[in-house]
């Protein structure tokens, strides 16, 4: 704990308090775009840590302790942005419990009981961190990787009939473009991503198509699949009201594209 408020990752954003509250009524969760980490740092962050994040915002002597200057994650860190553990400290691991002061929301629990699927509360977290390194002073040694592209809006957005496509936003964040287990959220994760370009070795020579449909899909009243830190994808689906049929298209094309990934 000692070492978290040593280079400011007590990150007390807007939330315990009733004023943050007020604003969390006035800007719901979804309406705040999760492709931005500006609008996010603005919507949920900067009234206690100001809008330049130096911690002077307007509920910031209402809160018990004093806000940490955001800018200097970086310069208290020795000279390196402190990427994962700001992740972590977001509530990049679902459930992991309390993170530091009480004054601070765990935002990624907030997300997902918003109702936000896994893979947006992830983005939520991915963007807004990025944000936060962006605001570093001095210059940030090894910055994050920039994600790409425009992210989808929803999770239904993305299309059932790609499996490239699915796995580029689902699945890349973890276990690497490639799929060999080595994706931006490598250093916040307790358990190393499979390589998924290894199944069909590791499985005597067998692709596990069914196995791996099973553990994806997950349907209701079937055992857990694994490491926690993995979502169902399945459940996420059918949680935003996804017809089960299209579900196991999706799941059955992010199969195939993986079976296309396997080393020869």
Known sequence: MKYLTSIGIGLLLVGGLAFGQE??????????????????????CASC???????????ASALRGAMPDLTLLAKNNGGKFPGEKVMMTLG????????????????????????QAESIAQ?????????VESIQAPAVQNPMPAKKDEMPKSLLAL?????????RWLCAGCHGANGKGDGPALSSL?????????????????????????????????????SKEMPVWGE???GSG????VTRLRIRNLVDHLQKMQAH
């Open 23 to 44: 604003k969390l009524k006035k800007s719901p969760i979804g309406a705040v775009p999760a492709d931005s980490g500006a609008a996010m740092f603005s919507s949920y």
């Open 49 to 59: 840590h100001g809008a330049n994040g130096k911690g002077g915002g307007p509920a």
């Open 92 to 115: 990049r691991i679902p459930a992991a419990g309390a993170h530091g002061s009480s004054d601070m929301p765990v935002w990624g629990d907030v997300f997902r009981q918003s109702q």
């Open 123 to 131: 983005m939520r977290i991915y963007n807004l961190t990025r944000y």
């Open 159 to 167: 299309p059932a009939n790609s499996g490239p496509e699915m796995y």
């Open 190 to 226: 307790k358990t190393k991503p499979t390589d998924l370009t290894q199944l069909t070795k590791t499985h005597d020579g067998k692709f596990p198509s069914l196995h791996l449909t099973n553990m994806l899909e997950k349907e209701p009243g079937t055992t857990a699949h694994g």
């Open 236 to 238: 996420s689906f059918r």
């Open 242 to 245: 996804e017809d089960p049929g």
